[in-house]
């Protein structure tokens, strides 16, 4: 059975989610584009399925507002267009949004100038291995380094687009603060999703701070702006991690909003061995100190 909307507020890393076999959303990207070569972004067939996709949606949305009497031709575009744009500046301006975007920066720059400490450390471990020496496990250190790279790259950008979602989505909520009163606000749950990413980020970055010594300013200020900005974020959004995302969260008998997914995947507890599993987390009401799902 799929759960309704667990795409929502989600990180988009299929390949590490273990509910996609749950997922409306991964099941329909799987019909429409069912192997590797189908999914890749420079193959004809993969721009055809999109535009297929496309025009099924239009005119699905067409029948809809025909059933409902809805003339989508009166409608004000250019006005509508404008006012998005609008908020689209504001929320670009605010501080969350300004210093997300700057993190992203940062990281281009950090491995920009670490490519010669990466290569190092690859020959070390190849010569470790090549030495059978015990107190070095070449192949699993291998892979945690790689893990952490994978989820520094993976939330390097989505951190600050989830962050203007929030932004953009709260003011549409106050301007509908009627309608939706006692529903769980999308900024709350965009938010929660874009703090995961930030808590996951400090995790891997720690790594990187314990395996490249030489780098440790550089490393300690990426991790200074990123918990500044984790901060920042629970104070514009203080529901946030209360949020609970369909199939990832519930909430337990005092009211905690926990995670639920596989061990060590993007979207459930992380693994004693993994990346986030040495994360401090802060001690914030509908938050859970163990878990913080994905």
């Not at 990180?11 to 019909?31: H, I, K, S, V, Y």
């Not at 990466?118 to 380094?145: H, S």
Request: charge should be negative.
């Amino acid at each position: 059975d799929f759960i309704s909307g667990i795409y929502n507020y989600c990180d988009r890393w299929c390949e590490r989610c273990p509910f996609t076999t749950r997922c409306m959303n991964f099941a329909l990207g799987r019909e429409e584009f069912p192997d590797d070569a189908s999914r890749d972004v420079r193959n004809a067939e993969f721009w055809e399925g999109i535009s297929g996709m496309l025009q099924a949606t239009i005119e699905l949305l067409y029948e809809m507002a025909e059933e409902r009497g809805i003339d989508l031709d009166a409608v004000d575009t250019t006005a509508i267009m404008a006012e998005e744009e609008r908020q689209r500046e504001v929320a670009q301006a605010h501080p969350c949004a300004a210093a997300s975007k700057a993190y992203a920066d940062s990281v281009d720059n950090w491995f920009a100038a670490a490519g010669d400490l990466f290569r190092q450390k690859g020959e070390a471990l190849a010569t470790a291995l090549r030495l059978n020496l015990t107190d070095v496990d070449p192949g699993a250190e291998t892979n945690r380094l790689s893990d952490a790279v994978a989820v520094i790259r993976w939330h390097q950008f989505q951190i600050h687009v989830r962050l203007m979602r929030a932004l953009q989505g709260r003011h549409d909520e106050e301007n509908l603060a009627d309608v939706l009163e006692g529903f769980p606000k999308d900024s709350d749950g965009s938010a929660k999703v874009a703090l995961i990413g930030i808590d996951r980020s400090i995790a891997a970055w720690g790594k990187l701070l314990r395996d490249f010594p030489s780098r440790e300013t550089e490393t300690l200020e990426i991790l200074v702006h990123l918990d500044r900005l984790r901060r920042v974020v629970e104070r514009e959004f203080p529901e946030a991690r209360a949020f609970v995302r369909p199939g990832f969260d519930f909430l337990d008998a005092w009211g905690w909003a926990r995670g639920r997914g596989g061990s060590g995947s993007a979207n459930g507890c992380p693994s004693p061995h993994s990346p986030t599993a040495d994360l401090p987390k802060p001690a914030t009401r509908g938050y859970n100190p163990t878990c913080s799902g994905g």
